[in-house]
C-alpha cells in the first residue's frame, strides 16, 4: 500500500519537475520584473538560472528518493494478518510469565500486564500494533481486542487470574494466564 506521504513527496517532486523545465525567464518576468523599476538591471544572470534549475532537479530526485523510502518504511512497520497471529500469541505466553497484585478491594490490573508484554514482544514500538480492552469476563478477568490499526485483522487475547503465588498483608500476587484466539473479543 503507498502511504499519503509518498505521494504527498511525489507530488512535490512533480512541481520541481515543472518548474526546472519551464524557461526561467519566463518565471521571472511573469512573478518577479513587476517589483523593479528596471526590472532589465535586477534579470538574473545565466549562471543563476542554471542553478535554479539544478536546485529543482536536485530538490526532485531528493523528494523521489524520499518517497521511496516512506513507501518502504510504511511496508516495514504495517503488520499483516499473519504478523498479528504470531504477536498475539507471543503476548498471550509473554503475558502468562507475569503476575499481578490483587486484593479483597482491587482486582489485578490486566491492562498493565498487557501493555507490558506487547512492548515486550515489539521492542518497545508498537507500529501500527494496537489493543484495547474488550471489557470483563464472566470470571473477572479481561479481553483485549489485538489488531493492525492499517489491516484490520483482529485477535481476542483472554487474560485472566490463574492461582496465587505469594500473599502479604491483604494483598496477594496472582499469576496470569493468557490465550489468543482469531475475531473481535
Known amino acids: 500500500m503507498i502511504s499519503k506521504y509518498a505521494i504527498g513527496c511525489w507530488g512535490l517532486a ?3 519537475i515543472l518548474l526546472a523545465w519551464v524557461n526561467p525567464r519566463v518565471i521571472y518576468w511573469g512573478a518577479r520584473a513587476w517589483r523593479y523599476r ?5 534579470e538574473p ?8 534549475r539544478i536546485g529543482s532537479c536536485l530538490s526532485a530526485a531528493v523528494l523521489t528518493v524520499m518517497g521511496f523510502v516512506l513507501m518502504h518504511w510504511e511496508d516495514q512497520s504495517t503488520y499483516n494478518a499473519g504478523d498479528v497471529k504470531n504477536s ?14 490483587r486484593s479483597s478491594i482491587l482486582q489485578p490490573d490486566y491492562y498493565l ?7 515486550k514482544v515489539t521492542g518497545n514500538e508498537l507500529g501500527d500494533l494496537q489493543f484495547r480492552s474488550a471489557g470483563r469476563t464472566a470470571s473477572g478477568g479481561e479481553q483485549f481486542t489485538i489488531s493492525s490499526t492499517k489491516t484490520g485483522n483482529p485477535y481476542c487475547l483472554i487474560v485472566e487470574a490463574a492461582a496465587p503465588v505469594q500473599g502479604r498483608l491483604g494483598v496477594e500476587d496472582v499469576k496470569l494466564s493468557a490465550q489468543a484466539h482469531k475475531g473481535e473479543c
Open 88 to 101: 498475539a500469541d507471543q503476548v498471550a505466553e509473554q503475558v502468562g510469565r507475569e503476575t499481578a497484585s
Open 14 to 16: 512533480a512541481v520541481f
Open 45 to 52: 544572470s545565466p549562471a543563476a538560472y542554471t542553478t535554479q
Open 38 to 42: 528596471n526590472p532589465e538591471a535586477n
Open 113 to 119: 500486564a498487557v501493555d507490558t508484554a506487547m512492548r
